[in-house]
């Protein structure tokens, strides 16, 4: 499995990340840095989630077509909107896998107004 090693800005340590625990926001285990993908990183994995929607759609829907090609209309069209609500997840999870195997995901802190506002709170 192909693995990406995230460098802490704050506390400098290295930590390994696999495509399935590199979430949209991670955290240092050390020093609890929040860290978040960066733009660049998102743009493509929407691109890849549109590319691979669109794909993974029409092969689903073209399956069942021909599956239901001789049953009623109304079965057909029941099993195309199943099919677009099926393939909106699959995307996400196809675009993700794709996006991190093609280009390795980077991070970004989160803002330190969070930090900030703690501070006040206390």
Known sequence: MKTITIKCPHCGKERVLGWNNAKAN???PHCNLKM???AKTEKH???CGLIGGL?????ISLI???ILQNQDP???MIGLILVALA???LATFVAEFISFNVRPFTYEVVEKEDRKSQKKDK
């Not at 794909?55 to 092969?59: A, M, N, P, R, S």
């Open 45 to 47: 994995i929407k691109l």
């Open 64 to 66: 069942v077509a021909i």
């Open 26 to 28: 991670i955290k240092c």
């Open 74 to 76: 109304k079965y057909t």
């Open 36 to 38: 978040k993908r960066d």
């Open 55 to 59: 794909v993974i759609t029409f092969v």
């Open 87 to 89: 393939s909106n997840y």
